[in-house]
């Protein structure tokens, strides 16, 4: 983050409440609630946050349980885990990073792109999604194989 730190949540620092400050915020402790900036939020390594993440950037190295909303850029970092949904015009996911949730990224005239897995058929549905498609195949003049 290129902004300076205004506000620290020290590693042996547990908040159990909102945290807001108008300036960037680095925890590196426990926050039980949410947790806002009009700048940047850094979730150091060791940080644990079980609430909304809410600023203009949002940078991940720890645990986050919650939503997490940065209206510019949000950065999960190989140790970063989140178990929520994210909300970030941009989003950078580095190898080895966690996250469980679902992804909505708005575009600039406000226009919301959600990105969802759909789960693979499996089993008896699995068999019907193959004879399905190669039924479709045979219709369309292609060989299947059988």
Do not use: C, W
Not at 5 to 17: A, C, H, L, Q, S
Not at 22 to 36: A, F, P, R
Not at 101 to 120: I, Q
Request: glycine residues 10%; proline residues 3%.
């Amino acid at each position: 983050m290129e902004n300076s730190i205004d506000t620290v949540i020290g590693i042996n620092v547990t908040v159990k409440g909102n945290l807001y400050n108008k300036g960037s915020i680095q925890v590196n402790g426990s926050v039980e609630g949410e947790v806002k900036s009009d700048e940047n939020i850094m979730v150091g390594e060791t940080a644990k946050i079980k609430g909304p993440v809410i600023a203009s950037k949002v940078e991940v190295s720890g645990e986050v349980r919650g939503l997490v909303e940065a209206k510019d850029k949000l950065e999960i970092n190989p140790t970063g885990k989140i178990f929520g949904d994210i909300n970030a015009h941009s989003l950078i996911i580095k190898e080895g990073a966690l996250f469980v949730g679902k992804s909505v990224m708005p575009s600039k005239e406000g226009a919301a792109n959600e990105t969802k897995s759909e789960p693979e058929p499996v089993g008896n549905e699995a068999k019907k999604e193959e004879a399905k498609d190669e039924k479709d195949s045979d219709k369309l003049g292609f060989f299947s194989k059988k």
